[in-house]
């Protein structure tokens, strides 16, 4: 009995964080489709398929279903990134590991960049801020990683080309719609390291 106890509430916990990330998914495609004021409660109530209330339950608002859709992928590419270059046998595998590390965000997660572009302004000041600060921290570790392959360069030229990278990286739900991954990975993955100068079969 006691193990049974102790059984019953993980079970709930691991529904409950299921119907969360159901419900972020569900945001992700409709504010993607119809923009944050396009999309009421109930709209993504029905999308992940619960009643509009029963969304209260897992997050206060419609502004806190997009804060937490923002702030967590804004995370987990910092976590994800200081991950990848902690793992890197060296830096110019860093670097290549970065590349195709936001490749796989910008193939896998393309409505969450297309909120991030239109939406960002409908958060709140401190979420907007948080999201900021994540993003920024993730834009100096590849600066980091550039700055110590060429010691040389200007740290704000390297911050240029790495902002110059995700622009490209992050364009394609506009640019790639329809075009099979396989195809456009490689070719994404060329153009990025080519953007940070790092071009190549060596890197050079």
Same mark, same amino acid.
């Given at each position: ?16 964080d ?15 489709l119809r ?48 991950? *990848?270059? #902690?793992?890197?046998?060296? =830096?110019? @595998?860093?670097? %290549?590991?970065? $590349? !195709?590390? +936001?490749?796989? &965000?910008? /193939? ?36 980091? *990683?550039? #700055?110590?392959?060429?010691? =040389?360069? @200007?740290?704000? %030229?390297?911050? $240029? !080309?790495? +902002?110059?990278? &995700?622009? /490209? ?36």
């Open positions: 009995m006691p193990d049974a106890v102790r059984e019953r509430p993980t079970a709930r916990s691991r529904a409950k299921d119907r969360r990330t159901a419900l972020l998914a569900a945001a992700a495609r409709l504010f993607a923009g944050f004021d396009g999309v009421s409660i109930e709209d993504l109530g029905a999308a992940a398929g619960v009643s509009g209330p029963a969304v209260y339950r897992h997050f206060a608002s419609k502004q806190a279903v997009l804060a937490a859709l923002l702030v967590e992928a804004s995370a987990r590419l910092h976590e994800g990134g200081l991950a *990848v270059v #902690a793992d890197a046998d060296g =830096d110019q @595998d860093a670097l %290549r590991s970065l $590349v !195709r590390f +936001h490749v796989d &965000f910008a /193939l896998g997660r393309p409505d969450v960049i297309r909120v991030q572009d239109r939406d960002l302004e409908s958060l709140a000041d401190d979420e907007r801020r948080t999201v900021r600060a994540l993003q920024r921290a993730y834009v100096e570790l590849w600066v980091g *990683v550039l #700055a110590r392959l060429t010691p =040389d360069a @200007d740290p704000a %030229r390297l911050r $240029v !080309r790495a +902002h110059a990278t &995700f622009g /490209l990286l992050n364009s394609t739900p506009h640019s790639a719609a329809g075009v099979p991954a396989a195809a456009v990975r490689p070719l994404l993955e060329s153009m990025a390291l080519a953007a940070l100068g790092h071009g190549g079969p060596s890197g050079g």
